[in-house]
């Protein structure tokens, strides 16, 4: 079992050449005639120029909180944080280059037809998933092999949860500044041009279409692999920090074998899981059928292969991994709780597409409701998103009752505090959720691609044919991403569950056992972290629903101002340019300016108040994290549902587009903006980040300057 | 002390002695001519009607409970359950009827001057504060001197705490069944009325008028009034609860005396609350000026004046009960605790009144959001709704720090289990807030009064004189109702933390101290408890908004019937009459239906989940407590701004009644009715209402067959 932190980064180097394979194939592709080339370049320089700005302000943040974790905790931890935050980077800039070249291409590839679209999409969604699951696993090995296996430093798991904290760090700002962006250009570009300029979507005369395309990229593209980065990362470092803190506690009982299977049985997970994804990308072939259920199965060919091998090699390693200790009373256990996590994820993946597909009643109740006006739609859009937060949440916990009887099953209650194994069933469930995760960002990043394929298409006025293949390719891709971000929240949830346990450990085992946390809910101290904790998402939703308000009326002023005062450009005169550019820059600066306050206040408020109270600080990790979960569930299905409400009029449904209820969906669709792609899916890294940062710090809480 | 109990039961006599003289002031004032007694007695009528009906459904609820009860728990607990029931069902219904005699009444006084019609509409609401306040705390010291001192029955807290369960009961379904009442025709009466039909608000043309009206007294007068009988008597028996649970488990330590103090403390404070408000009843006179702050200032008087005896009075009482044992360190700190709740009650008013208000920046800026449409109004209303939940958690967080420590200054740390006196402190802080209910809902149920007899002034097509005074007491409502709700949500999170923390002690005790409730929040069970209750407060917001939009579009159906199939009706003619019996009918049956779900669902979850596994209750309660408290003061607050955005543009700003700005404030008006009076305000009963079932089934979830 020795080689297994070995065999996982050898797998992750293994997913980075096949990143590279499939980047020459994507660059190798036609890209198309001059005009599509040009629109192209024009959207990934505006990219390009807004992730260049974002990632140097945020190495500003960085540098300072390395410093704050080399005084405070160590200086291996402040190199641990610095190497997560910059190859979580790294796997956002790669993401977006390829998806900025690949765009063009899927156009040109449209003109031959859907199976060759779907190929050099998917390959694009491909480079960016197999970048993401290859350094986040190489990366964390590395960390790992050097700091625990080499160089023995003390304290080595803080090191290795410090490169969580990297990730984290730069997924948040990479999700609320990429959030902003792209919603601002959106609900700007909107605003004016559909409703006051009365043009379509994609106009290549809206000043403000370019910097819509640029924000799918830098929001959808790098901010979401930012985002699966850091929880890809955390699920695996989650058991592993779990192990070591809780573990050395009673060094007595665990023997360096049973240490050595738990610390590397989730690592072997994602070994396996590696492969499998390998594996499954390559069964991912379209047919000539624009019909979206032939196209989702060639899409979903490639998860189902990826998830059925998981599944068998878990069930070997899990029995491979824990017969050799009497600790261990029924390996199967562990994998029941692994496979729990994936069906889990699955359901949840399934549960958002009830709800935010317009197959399905929710959706089509909310555009019903367009009947009687944007009232109407609204509150139904809102009780929807609510009751699917019911739902997820009851899956979400048979999935912790699952992982934790699993774990318990397996693992005897002699080892740690008799709910170890438990707790542990619950951290390798969130592997299950996120071993696939090579091939299931691939199918994920996919879906932006495709929609600027279809945006290349209007802006270059291609034959509508070309369009109706990106379309497809596109409405495909909304359902796949509501499968993604099932797993992105349900692994964030036992992640932090895991971690949270962790955090007790860790203020144990950092006072030698004389501080231990009283999370006693009873507990005063306790109670008022809770309603602060349950407080902060309804805090850190509003800060991002107004930062996305404020960019977007600066990008209406823009648009206006330029309709205004090119000649020409309102009425499509030959040879007229919007200056697109501006917008751009716009967008990018407020987006930066925006974003600082909410993703600070994520990483400050738990030191402020770990310093402070630690019983407090545990209070409001808990409390954030069930609130959290409630707010993020709820913004991004009914964010969803109300995009595909107004879609499903658009196809034709209740009057079609430009009726009463177009417009009042129209208001939905703009309202759920925010909810749906800042908000709601900065939340999921809100928790984690909360609770990482209090568990890297937790020795300083009880041993630093201020206790 | 042993006087405390009879003195506080002679204060309530006194209370309802003051509304009698109130009633009859009222009835003897003149209702107007032929039409306004006839839409008096329309009102009347069908509020009658419908509270009838509401009774009888939940009579039967109350019996199944009764029995329960009485089989689980013990059969004198059924008796206090039963009276606490009735009394809160006594106070609603005549509150409603003095309401719907005091409308007409205020109309026709508004024809001599504002000062006149101050006094009868407040003279109405203080029928119904004196009502509420004198039965609760009546009925609360008869069940105490019955069941406690003079048959001594075995756990009598149990009993005791059943009257509170009681009035929680008919609290929850007069709240959500009346909140679906009032929306359902408000937004039936709006949407066909205002929108479609083009006439004004309150016109007798309008079939759904009267029924809107109607709502005005089932919704805003009797389930406001059920709600803070509610609160009050849970504020008093909170503390009562903790002693005796608590203390009972350390017998040795808590001597008769030290326990009759602490008993009767919170009495005292209700006795001396009680007569600060009679005389602070007094201070309420109107000038000859419509001018708001002059009226205001003339309402505030009789708060001012109560609220400042009772902090005289506190400071007298702690020295006094609190001296003769040395268990009392420090009585003053008791006084602390009190005050500390009074002020916080007070300061979180005042925040709900900067959110919602339109003289503050919040609901200006709402309304200039307008200018981009009914979505940025939406979203704004949402983020500046989020952003009010951060503002009074961080106030409510402050109140429960200072409360408890004030309660740890002024008891022992020898008494109890170390944090008894905190946790007591934070139990009267509660008391603290409510001491002065009297006043406080006598000028709370004003509001509704004016606003019906504003309606009444429009049917019966009075000088548009009469109705500028009436919309000036009417908008001075909104702003008093404001303040109320402000003290209902902050005494509904504390009365809950301290129930919370007696269920813990109720679970000890039943158990022989056999089952110590582990509430860690790192243990499973009680995360998932935490997750369940976390998400409960979106689902039941869920339910009752899809309540009040199934219940509005049978409203809009039949508004539409009559318009159609009524000759003449639209056009005003002469003598033509809506059926406006049918719209309350529907209304009526409507809500009734709907409440049922909601209603059942905050009785029934605890009770399953108590009964399968105590833990996972335990962090239920505590979930649902802050998820619902934030939840609560999100919907309160958002629905109010949204109400004064609207008001603030139809006062002639940002272009006004007609404008596109203004529909895209009605579209954020309507969105919000739901929240903030049916929702919201349900959401506090909720809370409670789960943390009482729970006390109140403590012994049997530990002895009971399913354990």
Chains 1, 2 share one sequence.
Not at 611 to 617: E, K
Not at 623 to 635: D, E, H, K, Y
Request: hydrophobic share 50%.
């Amino acid at each position: 079992m020795e080689a297994i932190p070995y065999l996982a980064f050898g797998s992750a180097m293994l997913a980075l050449g096949l990143a590279t394979f499939f980047f020459s194939s994507v660059k190798k592709a036609d890209p198309g005639d001059e005009r599509m080339r040009y629109l192209m370049q024009e959207i990934q320089s505006g990219a390009k120029a807004f992730l260049k700005q974002e990632y140097t302000w945020v190495a500003g943040f960085v540098a300072v909180l390395a410093v704050l974790i080399a005084v405070f905790i160590q200086p291996p931890a402040a190199v641990s944080y610095i190497v997560g935050a910059a190859l979580s980077a790294l796997a956002g800039y790669i993401g977006m280059t390829v998806a900025t070249m690949a765009n063009a291409r899927t156009t040109q590839a449209a003109k031959s037809g859907p199976a060759q679209a779907l190929a050099v999409a998917f390959r694009g969604g491909a480079v960016m998933g197999f970048s993401v699951a290859g350094l986040a696993l190489g990366g964390l090995m590395a960390i790992y092999v050097l700091f625990v296996l080499v160089f023995k430093v003390d304290s080595a798991f803080e090191v290795v949860t410090a490169f969580g904290l990297g990730a984290s760090s730069i997924a948040l700002f990479s999700r609320v500044g990429g959030g902003i962006f792209t919603k601002a250009a959106d609900v700007g570009a909107d605003l004016v041009g559909k409703v006051e300029a009365g043009i379509p979507e994609d106009d290549p005369r809206n000043p403000a279409t370019i910097a819509d395309n640029v924000g799918d990229n830098v929001g959808d593209v790098a901010g979401m692999g930012a985002d699966l980065f850091e929880s890809y990362a955390g699920s695996i470092i989650a058991p592993v920090a779990l192990t070591a803190f809780s573990l050395s506690l009673v060094a007595d009982q665990a023997t360096d074998a049973v240490n050595i299977s738990l610390l590397t049985f989730p690592m072997a997970i994602a070994f396996i899981g590696m492969i499998a994804s390998i594996i499954g990308s390559f069964f991912v072939r379209g047919g000539s059928s624009l019909d979206n259920k032939s196209l989702s199965r060639a899409l979903h060919m490639g998860t189902n292969v990826a998830m059925g091998l998981t599944v068998v090699g878990t069930v070997g390693a899990a029995y491979w991994m824990f017969s050799d200790s009497e600790v261990f009373e029924n390996p199967i256990g562990l994998a029941v709780s692994v496979i729990g996590g994936l069906i889990v994820g699955w359901a949840l993946g399934k549960t958002a597409e009830y709800y935010t597909s317009d197959h399905f009643s929710p959706v089509k109740k909310i555009a019903q409701e367009t009947e009687t006006g944007p009232a109407t739609t609204i509150l139904k859009g809102i009780s929807a998103g609510m009751i699917s937060v019911a739902a997820s949440v009851v899956l979400l916990v048979v999935g912790v009752g699952i992982a934790y009887w699993g774990g318990q099953y397996a693992i005897s209650d002699t080892l740690g505090d008799g709910d170890f194994g438990g707790i542990y069933g619950i951290a390798v469930a969130a592997i299950g959720m996120l071993a696939t995760t090579g091939v299931v960002v691939s199918v994920d990043a996919y879906g932006p691609i495709a929609d600027n394929a279809g945006g290349i298409a209007e802006m270059a006025e291609l034959d509508p044919k070309v369009r109706e293949v990106t379309d497809a390719l596109d409405s495909l891709g909304n359902t796949t991403a509501a499968v993604a971000k099932g797993f992105a929240v349900g692994s964030a949830a036992l992640t932090a569950l895991a971690l949270f346990k962790s955090f007790e450990f860790a203020i144990k085992e950092a006072s030698d056992g004389e501080v231990i946390l009283s999370l006693d809910v009873g507990d005063v101290a306790v109670f008022i972290g809770l309603f602060l904790g349950a407080m902060l998402p309804f805090l850190f939703a509003a800060l991002t629903i107004d930062a996305v308000g404020r960019a977007a009326s600066q990008m209406i002023v823009e648009v206006r101002r330029q309709f205004r005062e090119i000649p020409g450009l309102r009425e499509g005169k030959e040879g007229v340019r919007p200056d697109s550019a501006k917008c751009v820059a716009i967008s990018t600066a407020a987006s930066l300016k925006e974003m600082v306050v909410p993703g600070a206040l994520a990483v400050l408020v738990p030191l402020i108040i770990g310093f402070i109270n630690v019983n407090a600080l545990g209070g409001f990790l808990a409390g954030a994290l069930v609130s959290g979960f409630a707010l993020a569930i709820f913004m991004a299905n009914a964010g969803g549902a109300w995009d595909n409400a107004k879609k499903y009029i658009e196809s034709g449904h209740l009057g079609g587009k430009g009726s009463d209820q177009h417009k009042a969906a129209v208001v939905g669709d703009t309202v759920g903006d925010p909810f749906k792609d800042t908000s709601g899916p900065a939340m999921n890294i809100l928790i984690k980040v909360m609770t990482i940062v209090s568990l890297v710090f937790a020795s300083a809480f009880v041993s630093g300057p201020f206790s």
